[in-house]
């Protein structure tokens, strides 16, 4: 059974660390899948610094270690950009 916790419900992190010889793209995919299926209302930034304490420092060489921190240092709250909405109606 693998472990979970609130910030990885689904083991997602914890499976990619399990992983031998995965690379960075599997990695970032993975980490995709994560932050698309944390509920509603969770914090990013805090679910990251978990898991990044969890796991990325202890295993700092891991792939999956570089794709945390990079998540973490590019949060950002989402926001609509550019767009047929953008322009100013006549």
């Given at each position: 059974?693998?472990?979970?916790d609130?910030?990885d419900?689904?083991?997602l992190?914890?499976?990619?660390y399990q992983?031998?010889?995965?690379?960075?793209?599997?990695c970032?995919?993975?980490?995709?899948?994560w932050a698309?299926?944390?509920?509603?209302?969770?914090?990013?930034?805090a679910a990251?610094?978990?898991?990044?304490?969890r796991y990325?420092d202890?295993?700092?060489?891991?792939?999956?270690?570089?794709?945390?921190?990079?998540?973490?240092?590019s949060v950002v709250s989402?926001?609509?950009?550019?767009?047929?909405?953008?322009r100013p109606?006549n």
């Amino acid at each position: 059974m693998k472990p979970t916790d609130g910030m990885d419900p689904k083991g997602l992190i914890y499976e990619a660390y399990q992983i031998e010889e995965i690379g960075g793209a599997e990695c970032r995919s993975i980490f995709l899948d994560w932050a698309l299926s944390l509920p509603e209302g969770y914090e990013t930034a805090a679910a990251l610094r978990h898991l990044i304490e969890r796991y990325a420092d202890s295993l700092p060489d891991h792939p999956m270690s570089a794709v945390l921190r990079d998540g973490l240092t590019s949060v950002v709250s989402p926001r609509r950009r550019g767009g047929w909405r953008s322009r100013p109606r006549n």
